[in-house]
């Protein structure tokens, strides 16, 4: 037996056909439920569908003549969140710039028994469907280290895809909402894939071209479809663009001065004691960003599994920890832009996925051509003292490890739009904003 919940929704017609308000009718699907499966009977299908018996009454575009159901399933089994994991095959097939991610990869992130994040946090996920066919997806979660650390009530939207249809955009929202708030959640921001510290927001600008590693990438139509779902801007994030070439000489000059101090030790990971390291990077993290918008602390099963993941991907030359008389005091952390080298894969890792992406990275048998610095931070008590510069003393050892190395163009944050200080700096290093990030919220 299915349970329903039900919400009316008035949509924007986009023809003179449909002029009405829609129902929408959410569908939470029993475990056992195979959504994979294809009916067979005009009576499955109708049931499939949504209308059979009056059970599915779903959207209806008005004056029709026919149904156009929009069903919200509710993902229980492990078939489901395959489903769900497949949805933007459907949404970005068109688009030549779209890099498929990794298949195995998401489904250990939505998996509670691999993903550390269930540790502390909650999620449903969902699936919009139209006529049997995913037509978008969207998680709801709960995060309690982010509530305890900002004493709040938030809750957050991620994963979030959708065709250009309001409709579709809409159902998804409210099915998220609706948990939201029987979890006591009085906000919801997102998107968020699941926290601050994994893919973050809707692209809103990008002047900086392909998607690069860890950062959100969408259809230019989101920020509408979430604007007319009655969500607004929460924070604007900056990913910095850079050409690289040359260091500028006012970085330069910062950077050769602190190196002189005499306490001071730059080194690399080391890939033989990656979670040592990885160890000292949270430590430096969560001090250096405990006072930003949206942070939320780096737990200790958080870095184990980040520590795995390094593994595969780390240039340790592209990598610095500072150290101060022994002590860490900074780290820089840049990736060279996977995407680059998984875009043929189609998300697949088998057969010959695996061993493609091996050859590429760890054999050293691809060039990258951009990279992301993704980290960069250094201790409060090191600010404003003789190592004030230190900052961009890591950020010119990146600078100079990528140039040498052969990289072209580079990303570099995200960065809170707010944080002036950071900003004026990666300015007077010669970024420039390259692509603006969404975070969107909304009263519930």
């Given at each position: 037996?299915?349970?329903?919940?039900?919400?009316?929704?008035?949509?924007?017609?986009?023809?003179?056909?449909?002029?009405?308000?829609?129902?929408?009718?959410?569908?939470?699907?029993?475990?056992?439920?195979?959504?994979?499966?294809r009916?067979?009977?005009?009576?499955?299908?109708?049931?499939?569908?949504?209308?059979?018996?009056?059970?599915?009454?779903g959207?209806?575009?008005?004056?029709?003549?026919?149904?156009?159901?929009?069903?919200?399933?509710?993902?229980?089994?492990?078939?489901?969140?395959?489903?769900?994991?497949?949805?933007?095959?459907?949404?970005?097939r068109?688009?030549?710039?779209?890099?498929?991610?990794l298949?195995?990869?998401?489904?250990?992130?939505?998996?509670?028994?691999?993903?550390?994040?269930?540790?502390?946090?909650?999620?449903?996920l969902?699936?919009?469907?139209?006529?049997?066919?995913?037509?978008?997806?969207?998680?709801?979660?709960?995060?309690?280290?982010?509530?305890?650390?900002?004493?709040?009530?938030?809750?957050?939207?991620?994963?979030?895809?959708?065709?250009?249809?309001?409709?579709?955009?809409?159902?998804?929202?409210?099915?998220?909402?609706?948990?939201?708030?029987k979890?006591?959640?009085?906000?919801?921001?997102?998107?968020?894939?699941?926290?601050?510290?994994?893919?973050?927001?809707?692209?809103?600008?990008?002047?900086?071209?392909?998607?690069?590693?860890?950062?959100?990438?969408?259809?230019?139509?989101?920020?509408?479809?979430?604007?007319?779902?009655?969500?607004?801007?929460?924070?604007?994030?900056?990913?910095?663009?850079?050409?690289?070439?040359?260091v500028?000489?006012?970085?330069?000059?910062?950077?050769?001065?602190?190196?002189?101090?005499?306490?001071l030790?730059?080194?690399?990971?080391?890939?033989?004691?990656?979670?040592?390291?990885?160890?000292?990077?949270?430590?430096?993290?969560?001090?250096?960003?405990?006072?930003?918008?949206?942070?939320?602390?780096?737990?200790?099963?958080?870095?184990?599994?980040?520590?795995?993941?390094?593994?595969?991907?780390?240039?340790?030359?592209?990598?610095?920890?500072?150290?101060?008389?022994?002590?860490?005091?900074?780290?820089?952390?840049?990736?060279?832009?996977?995407?680059?080298?998984?875009?043929?894969?189609?998300?697949?890792?088998?057969?010959?996925?695996?061993?493609k992406?091996?050859?590429?990275?760890?054999?050293?048998?691809?060039?990258?051509?951009?990279?992301?610095?993704?980290?960069?931070?250094?201790?409060?008590?090191?600010?404003?003292?003789?190592?004030?510069?230190?900052?961009?003393?890591?950020?010119?050892?990146?600078?100079?490890?990528?140039?040498?190395?052969?990289?072209?163009?580079?990303?570099?944050?995200?960065?809170?739009?707010?944080?002036?200080?950071?900003?004026?700096?990666?300015?007077?290093?010669?970024?420039?904003?390259?692509?603006?990030?969404?975070?969107?919220g909304?009263?519930?």
């Amino acid at each position: 037996m299915m349970n329903r919940t039900t919400s009316t929704a008035a949509i924007y017609p986009r023809s003179p056909r449909q002029e009405r308000p829609c129902r929408i009718e959410i569908f939470l699907t029993p475990p056992t439920a195979d959504l994979r499966s294809r009916p067979k009977t005009k009576k499955a299908i109708d049931h499939r569908r949504g209308i059979c018996q009056g059970r599915g009454l779903g959207v209806w575009g008005a004056g029709e003549g026919r149904t156009m159901a929009i069903q919200i399933r509710s993902v229980q089994s492990k078939a489901e969140r395959k489903r769900f994991v497949m949805v933007p095959w459907r949404i970005y097939r068109d688009d030549p710039k779209w890099v498929p991610p990794l298949i195995q990869d998401r489904m250990e992130t939505l998996d509670p028994a691999k993903n550390p994040f269930f540790e502390h946090g909650e999620a449903q996920l969902f699936i919009a469907e139209r006529d049997g066919e995913p037509v978008g997806r969207i998680t709801a979660h709960t995060n309690r280290l982010h509530n305890e650390y900002h004493k709040d009530k938030a809750g957050f939207f991620g994963f979030f895809e959708s065709i250009d249809d309001e409709s579709v955009a809409r159902a998804l929202l409210e099915a998220a909402e609706d948990w939201l708030k029987k979890k006591g959640c009085d906000q919801a921001l997102g998107p968020e894939s699941f926290s601050t510290n994994e893919e973050v927001g809707v692209v809103v600008e990008d002047r900086a071209g392909p998607p690069m590693i860890l950062c959100a990438y969408n259809p230019p139509y989101y920020p509408r479809l979430l604007e007319a779902c009655g969500y607004q801007k929460a924070k604007d994030l900056y990913g910095w663009h850079y050409t690289i070439g040359d260091v500028p000489e006012a970085p330069r000059q910062v950077a050769d001065a602190v190196a002189q101090h005499p306490g001071l030790k730059l080194r690399p990971v080391d890939m033989k004691n990656v979670l040592r390291d990885v160890r000292i990077v949270r430590d430096i993290f969560n001090a250096a960003w405990s006072r930003n918008w949206g942070y939320v602390p780096w737990t200790e099963k958080e870095v184990e599994h980040s520590a795995e993941m390094l593994k595969l991907i780390l240039i340790p030359e592209w990598t610095t920890i500072a150290e101060v008389d022994g002590q860490p005091a900074g780290m820089m952390i840049s990736f060279p832009n996977i995407n680059e080298v998984i875009k043929d894969l189609n998300g697949r890792l088998f057969p010959t996925g695996l061993l493609k992406l091996l050859w590429r990275v760890k054999m050293g048998r691809y060039r990258f051509q951009s990279g992301r610095l993704a980290l960069l931070g250094v201790k409060p008590e090191f600010r404003g003292s003789t190592l004030g510069g230190l900052s961009v003393l890591l950020y010119v050892c990146a600078h100079r490890a990528t140039l040498k190395y052969g990289l072209k163009v580079g990303e570099l944050g995200w960065t809170l739009e707010d944080n002036q200080k950071i900003n004026a700096g990666i300015q007077f290093m010669g970024g420039s904003i390259g692509k603006v990030y969404r975070i969107y919220g909304k009263s519930l």
